[in-house]
């Protein structure tokens, strides 16, 4: 490769990458895509695909989902490819009245921020699908949630982004970075580009290009395991998550088994548009290795029966484990990068990124242009780790 210019360097072909190329190409910036395999190779295909609101914090979490929600709507008419975009809303159901009780507080706390949740009774369950177990008490649903098919609509963005003219370089690895005023100098496995702008999308792997210019960023890798069935009786028309994964995602103690606990497992349940299920979840820090435990699969596999007995009769036909980006306040890093110029950090999505990628695009090609951002982005700066201590 022959050193060439681009006006902004995308660093990571994974959704949020890809979400950063589209708007920023549609903005009127010329753009590359620079990525170290295919596209979506990394988190963004090692997941599942769901928009939810219903799992992050009421306030300024759940509003920043609910702007991106609307944003993947629109996306849905506005990009090349169908993406398998549905929005039927999804459901949190309760196994005990402690959890009942912890719903019907998530339910007010949102409600109050004006988000659409409602809780649902014995007979709402019932009404949702026969297959949950009869001892579930209830739950609560929201009615914006969506899914998308995450592959596709990393690709979609893509030739998006194409469309106005971006340009992809895959099997590119970037190995090092310096600024030389006016512009950054990026060395790749393929020769030397430079950019005037430079954005940081590598998810799991932004701390490694970070410390090229020595700017810590404290994301870490967060494993989860995925158990793929195949239909044979509609087990459930949209997902469904039990009560017990918002305390997994946030860090507190749950009732359940010492195995339960340990790999993080609160059952994920999402039916595929092309008639499979995906099963999840589980949460452990266990570096960047994504090789399958089978103890893990076992108990995402009890957990699935627990709250769907006739899952017990069903085959799988796969699994596979991503890491999620994670921070330790759960909101990624949408933001400016220290005290270099034109560099920012799109990364740190965790268990969100598919949910939250449109409106991180939009934001940074806002940033980008200079101009308001749509949602205001105080609370997703990278120095606020500063202030916790955390880039010391
Ligand atoms: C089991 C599981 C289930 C999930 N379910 C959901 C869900 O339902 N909804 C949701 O919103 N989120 C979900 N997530 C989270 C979501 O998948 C991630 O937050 C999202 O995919 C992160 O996207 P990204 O673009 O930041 O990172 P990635 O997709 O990892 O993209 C980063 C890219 O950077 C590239 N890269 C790295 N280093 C270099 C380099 N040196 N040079 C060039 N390129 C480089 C990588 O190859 C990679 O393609 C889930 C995650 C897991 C693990």
């Known amino acids: 490769m022959k050193t060439r210019h681009t006006q902004v360097a995308i660093i990571g072909g994974g959704i949020v990458g890809c979400a950063v190329a589209y708007y920023s190409a549609k903005a009127g910036f010329e753009v590359t895509i620079i990525e170290k395999g295919e596209l979506a190779s990394g988190t963004s295909s090692h997941c599942d695909g769901n928009i939810?609101?219903?799992?992050?914090?009421?306030?300024f979490d759940s509003k920043m989902s609910l702007k991106s929600q609307q944003l993947v709507g629109e996306l849905a008419k506005e990009l090349p490819l169908p993406f398998e975009y549905r929005q039927p809303g999804s459901i949190l159901v309760c196994e005990t009245e402690e959890e009942m009780e912890a719903a019907h507080q998530w339910v007010k706390r949102q409600k109050e921020e004006g988000l659409p949740f409602r809780m649902l009774d014995r007979t709402d369950l019932k009404n949702e699908t026969k297959y949950l177990a009869d001892d579930l008490l209830g739950g609560l649903e929201c009615a914006t949630d969506s899914?998308?098919?995450?592959?596709?609509?990393?690709?979609?963005?893509?030739?998006?982004?194409?469309?106005?003219?971006?340009?992809?370089?895959?099997?590119?690895?970037?190995?090092?970075?310096?600024y030389e005023y006016p512009e950054y100098r990026i060395e790749t496995d393929k020769g030397e580009l430079t950019a005037t702008y430079i954005v940081n999308c590598a998810g799991v792997w932004a701390p490694q290009i970070g410390r090229m210019l020595d700017i810590k960023i404290p994301i870490f890798p967060r494993k989860g395991h995925l158990l793929v069935a195949s239909r044979q009786v509609p087990v459930s028309p949209r997902k469904v998550m039990e009560f017990g994964y918002l305390i997994t995602k946030f860090g507190g103690k749950r009732q359940v088994d010492e195995e339960t606990e340990k790999y993080g497992v609160a059952l994920v349940f999402e039916p595929t548009q092309s008639q499979n299920f995906l099963m999840g979840s589980s949460r452990e820090f266990a570096g960047y290795d994504i090789g399958i435990n089978w103890n893990v699969v076992k108990c995402i596999a009890r957990r699935c029966v627990r709250f769907y007995p006739k899952m017990a009769d069903m085959n799988l036909i796969r699994m596979y484990a991503g890491l999620r980006p994670w921070t330790e306040d759960h909101l990624p890093i949408v933001s400016h990068a220290g005290h270099y110029p034109n560099y920012f950090i799109a990364a740190g999505h965790e268990g969100d990124g598919i949910s939250l990628s449109a409106i991180t695009g939009k934001v940074i090609s806002e940033l980008i242009a200079g101009v308001k951002t749509s949602i205001d982005i105080e609370p997703l700066r990278l120095d606020r780790f500063k202030k916790k201590g955390a880039l010391v």
């Not at 963005?157 to 099997?171: F, M, P, Q, T, W």
């Open 52 to 59: 939810l609101a219903i799992d992050k914090e009421p306030g």
């Open 147 to 178: 899914t998308v098919n995450p592959y596709l609509l990393t690709y979609s963005l893509y030739e998006g982004a194409k469309s106005y003219g971006a340009k992809l370089l895959k099997n590119t690895a970037v190995s090092n970075m310096r």
